[in-house]
Structure formats: C-alpha cells, structure tokens
C-alpha cells in the first residue's frame, strides 16, 4: 500500500506542477479514446490458502488495453483489460503448484480535474468494478471468477491534439473460491497492484 500511496501522490503532484506549461486543448465532451500499453501487477503475498496450506501467487507482466468515452469535459467511462497474466502458484509446504491465467476486465468513471483546459498535463482518478476470470487451472482444479472493487490513478502527456503518453496505478479486490471434485478446497485472495504505461490516441 505504501507504494501505491507514493505512486498516487507523484501522479497527481507531477499533472497540477506541470500543467502552467501546456497549451493544447484536451478532454472535450464527446471525446472517444483508445489506450494500449504494457504493464505489471503485483500480487504482493499471503495470497490465500489451498487445503490448509498457505497460497502465493507470483507476480506478472503483459499488455493492456482499453477504450473510453469523455460524458463531460471532466466526467467519462473507461473499459479496459489486458491479456491474460500467467502467475505461477506456489505453497508454503508443497512447493511449485503449477500456473493459472488471470484476464482481468475493469469498468471505471474516470474524474479529470483539468479536463476542458488548455493543459499538456492531464491527471485522473477513477473507481469502478473488476471481472477476473481465471482460467489454464492444475488439472481437476477450477477457480470461479471474481468481482470486486477498483480504484486508479493516472496522467496523460499530450505530444499531439491526438497523441499522449499514459502513465497508471490501480488497485483492485480479487477474491475467489478454488474448487476440486465440486468442493471448496481453498481461496485465492489478493489485490493486485498494476503500474502501467503506454499510448492514449484521442478522437
């Protein structure tokens, strides 16, 4: 959490710092745009349990993408995801588990303080909802998808009226039953903390 926390500070710090220096219009209502990029979650540890021993779940890295749609010039709605992230699981006693696929899809109201102004620098903040779906389990293994709660930060830096590089944090509750043999045999609980960057291409 305390770098989530330093993350969300910088973020914010950086946008309100720069953005005397911009001087391109941004964020309009009936703005669409599309982002793609690359990030890592961090799963952190302690990630639930399975048949009474302790469950880690290793942290991962892939490409991400979304799409968005501007309400007003400070109020829009974002879809994202990304492929899927391969964690490889390991126990306290057993060892080495094997692997699951996570994908994880969140739709978020996005706020942009600045939104509508002639700013370079554009900051954001966003909650909404997280759909995990997990898939590639051990064999006779299933993990039932989740949903929950999430949270983000970001920035963008326009280069163009089109083009800005995209910088975020988020934060997000998964929680979910392991099952085998139709009975629960564990849980994975964790929240992953992704740190990401890319392009965003507004229309």
Do not use: C
């Not at 998808?145 to 830096?157: N, R």
């Amino acid at each position: 959490m305390r770098n989530v926390k330093l993350i969300s500070a910088a973020v914010i710090t950086a946008g309100f710092a720069l953005a005397s220096q911009a001087a391109i219009a941004y964020n309009n209502a009936g703005d669409v745009f599309v982002r793609g990029g690359y990030a890592k979650t961090d799963t952190g540890s302690g990630n639930g349990n399975v048949l009474g021993d302790s469950l880690n779940v290793q942290s991962e890295s892939g490409f991400t993408f979304g799409a968005g749609y501007l309400f007003t010039d400070k109020v829009g709605v974002e879809l994202n995801s990304s492929e899927k992230f391969e964690h490889e699981l390991n126990t306290d006693v057993a060892g080495g588990i094997g692997s699951i696929d996570r994908m994880p899809v969140n739709l978020l109201v996005n706020y942009y303080p600045l939104g509508g102004m002639d700013s370079r620098v554009q900051p954001y903040v966003g909650a909404g909802v997280n759909y995990t779906r997990f898939s590639g389990e051990p064999s006779d293994v299933s993990v039932k998808s989740s949903y929950g709660a999430i949270g983000q930060v970001g920035l963008d830096l326009a280069i163009t009226n089109n083009v800005s590089l995209n910088g975020y944090a988020s934060y997000a509750d998964v929680s979910s039953d392991i099952r085998t043999g139709g009975e629960t045999v564990g849980k994975v609980d964790m929240d992953p903390v992704t740190v990401g960057g890319g392009v965003t291409l507004r229309f």
